[in-house]
């Protein structure tokens, strides 16, 4: 059973700033990756930044520049830092972790609940 807890979604002005958590926890062996993906009303579901364990971080072209992930391996935590907020960042924003939950099981990619950010003037 793997639970990732997101938070830090919430209301902010374009321009401004948030800071989302997720925390994985639960019986699993190792995290190859973790990211963010992102949802906004009808649309489909898209990649926002991942990070890797031992590559290299990818971020949307939208989001580059202004948007930063980051983790802390200690806690199997991922950060997304996201700066000068625009009105087209609003959406769900859900945490991604790629990992294994046994040795001999396959990788997997589970998912938190899902955190609203919303921009607007």
């Known amino acids: 059973q793997v639970r990732l807890v997101e938070s830090g979604g919430g209301l902010v002005q374009p321009g401004g700033s948030l800071r989302l958590s997720c925390a994985a926890s639960g019986s699993i062996f190792n995290i190859n990756a973790m990211g963010w993906y992102r949802q906004a009303p009808g649309t489909e579901r898209e990649l926002v930044a991942s990070i890797p364990t031992g590559g290299m971080t990818k971020y949307a072209d939208s989001v580059k520049g202004r948007f930063t992930i980051s983790r802390d391996n200690a806690k199997n935590t991922v950060y997304l830092q996201m700066n000068s907020l625009k009105p087209e ?13 046994g040795v001999l099981a396959q990788l997997n990619a589970y998912w938190g609940q899902g955190t609203q950010v919303t921009v607007s003037s």
């Open 89 to 101: 960042d609003t959406a769900v924003y859900y945490c991604n972790v790629i990992g294994r939950v």
